[in-house]
């Protein structure tokens, strides 16, 4: 049998095999590739075929094959999606129209002619794939490619690079230029070798995309517009330096508090140029610099910042730390200077990990927070206006003179002495650590006077309040989270001169020769309660939602009210009286 390069049969003695997959298209009669009179084979190509481009190609429809070759001083010109293992081109590869090119290997490709890839969408879908160094619309790396993806040559692309799951995108020693930059979970970008990525709209890195150990201290990422991300876990730049050079740009973040989705150790505003840091945590390392007195920063998120000196922190720049939405950490496991804002001062300032934070200047903060063991060091300088004071160190701290709308206490293992200065004023004291008590146990508080106008009990598990006789003018005890039991007076006896909120659903047990009496009983949860009845009141309202069920006779004295509609009532064999004697459920 012999069997022409086309795939026709000239002879054949006993059978007909027709086994060759190259096909040629010769337009014989037009120019397009969906006709079967211009092709070799006299069909057209299937997905196992090698096509070769001899003449002027058009595809006008989906095409699908294992190669394709366009020869020299050939132009193929696709307006339909193509799918192809490889592609080879000597001629001209015209991609205009937005379809889809996938490339699923491209292990066997040579790109050396003219490549024309206004509005196109090309994919790689395969493992260890070569990106050709062409000007592209939309390049798409597929998802689970268990080889790095590497570059021929630098590229620029014009719409979107986007890196599907699971997947690695190595620039080598080469460059991107590209106006979006789309990172799926779990697809990683490496560069190692100096390599400089500008992104000149929109950066989105998802979960697990920058990794430190990928980026090379000479790296380089320039964010012209903006950076998104919907990280739950931690995005790092390692040693990368992060260029922001055109205004207008807005970092945003919707991952939770608890983590640091961008981490950024060397930053770089441009002159003229203002950032603007939105979302829920950002962790910032050693320098930010300014390259003028205009370029700015505006911090609207959660700060984390590493940097040590007052001169680390655009020192010759604008920082803004003043936006109703800002909080700012010193979080650095040692000595710090505190930067003092352009705009006016901080609104919450957090002291937290460790060392001495140390004031540059007089400034001002609404909301002053302490953590770990930081302390402050005013430094000859004053920090005022703050109106909200909390620590979450468990240590024994005194309380500055001031008039408070709270004052928050937040280790749940505090042990220790806490202390109001006499002359404050406190609208709600917080209360999120252990056992209470006022007295000479610990933790104990020292009040000196100052009679806080609300105490909020907020904690996990059952609240305790030990071997004390104490009036309080209102007191509300709240759920932190789970399921946690109710109040235990153990040899206390409490007066409360208001109102008693119970935001929980565990009972009060009064141990020894406890008691418990308030002007207002609320039973306030969003869900079921029991209604306790060794408490002494004189009014009871009962909101909220769920089942409110008795655990023993009551009588109301004063006014009773239950919200009807979001509330059911379960008397348990028990009566609920007035005073009178009438049953009120």
């Known amino acids: 049998m012999i069997v022409t390069s086309s ?94 090119t996938t490339i699923t290997k491209g292990n066997d490709s040579y790109w050396n002619g003219y490549i024309r890839t206004a509005n196109s969408n090309i994919q790689f879908n395969n493992s260890g794939p070569v990106i050709p160094a062409i000007d592209y619309y939309n390049l798409y790396i597929g998802s689970n490619l268990t080889s790095p993806i590497l570059l021929l040559n630098s590229i620029s692309v014009f719409n979107t690079l986007s890196v599907g799951g699971n997947s690695q995108f190595d620039l080598s020693v080469y460059n991107i230029d590209t106006n979006d930059l789309s990172l799926s979970n779990n697809s990683y970008l490496i560069a190692k070798n100096n390599n400089y990525i500008r992104i000149n709209n929109l950066a989105t890195f998802n979960t697990n995309t920058l990794l430190a150990t990928n980026f090379a201290s000479g790296t380089v990422f320039e964010f012209v517009k903006g950076i998104l991300t919907n990280a739950s876990s931690i995005n790092d730049f390692g040693q990368s330096k992060i260029i922001f050079s055109t205004n207008s740009k807005t970092i945003t973040t919707n991952s939770t508090e608890n983590v640091n989705p961008f981490v950024m150790r060397n930053v770089e505003i441009k002159e003229n140029i203002e950032v603007t840091l939105t979302g829920k945590k950002f962790t910032l390392f050693e320098k930010i610099i300014g390259l003028n007195a205009s370029s700015k920063l505006d911090t609207r998120g959660n700060i984390d910042w590493q940097g040590k000196l007052n001169s680390d922190l655009l020192v010759n720049s604008l920082f803004y730390a003043n936006q109703s939405d800002n909080i700012f950490s010193y979080n650095f496991s040692g000595n710090q200077e505190i930067r003092i804002p352009n705009d006016g001062g901080y609104r919450e300032l957090r002291l937290q990990n460790a060392g001495v934070k140390k004031l540059t200047g007089n400034t001002t903060c609404e909301h002053l927070y302490f953590a770990g063991t930081a302390t402050l060091d005013l430094n000859g300088f004053t920090l005022t206006g703050y109106t909200k004071y909390t620590d979450a160190r468990n240590r024994a ?116 020769t406890s008691s418990i009496i308030c002007n207002t009983l609320s039973l306030s949860l969003t869900g079921a309660q029991d209604i306790p009845a060794n408490v002494g009141f004189t009014n009871l309202t009962i909101s909220g939602s769920g089942m409110k069920t008795l655990t023993g006779n009551i009588v109301v004295t004063g006014t009773y009210y239950r919200d009807t509609v979001n509330t059911t009532f379960n008397k348990n064999g028990f009566t609920i009286k007035n005073s009178s004697g009438v049953d009120l459920e």
């Open 7 to 100: 795939g026709k049969i000239l002879a054949g003695p006993n059978r007909i095999i027709v086994s060759d997959t190259i096909n040629e298209f010769l337009g014989i009669v037009n120019n397009l590739w969906n006709n079967p009179a211009n092709w070799s084979l006299g069909i057209v190509p299937a997905a196992n075929h090698i096509a070769i481009i001899k003449a002027d190609c058009l595809l006008n429809t989906t095409g699908s094959v294992r190669q394709l070759i366009i020869n020299n001083n050939f132009t193929f010109t696709k307006r339909g999606a193509l799918t192809i293992e490889n592609i080879r081109i000597y001629g001209t590869f015209n991609d205009n129209n937005g379809n889809q």
């Open 397 to 512: 701290s005194t309380v500055p003179l001031g008039s408070y709308t709270n004052v928050e206490f937040k280790d749940e293992n505090l042990n220790t002495v806490q202390t109001l200065t006499s002359g404050s004023t406190v609208d709600e004291l917080i209360w999120r650590g252990g056992n209470f008590t006022v007295g000479t146990n610990t933790p104990v508080f020292a009040l000196n006077g100052v009679n806080p106008a609300q105490w909020r009990f907020i904690r996990q598990f059952s609240q305790q309040i030990n071997n004390i006789a104490f009036t309080f003018s209102n007191v509300r005890l709240e759920i932190e989270s789970g399921t946690p039991g109710g109040l235990t007076l153990n040899n206390s006896n409490i007066t409360i001169t208001g109102t008693l909120d119970f935001k929980r659903n565990g009972l009060m047990i009064l141990n020894g």
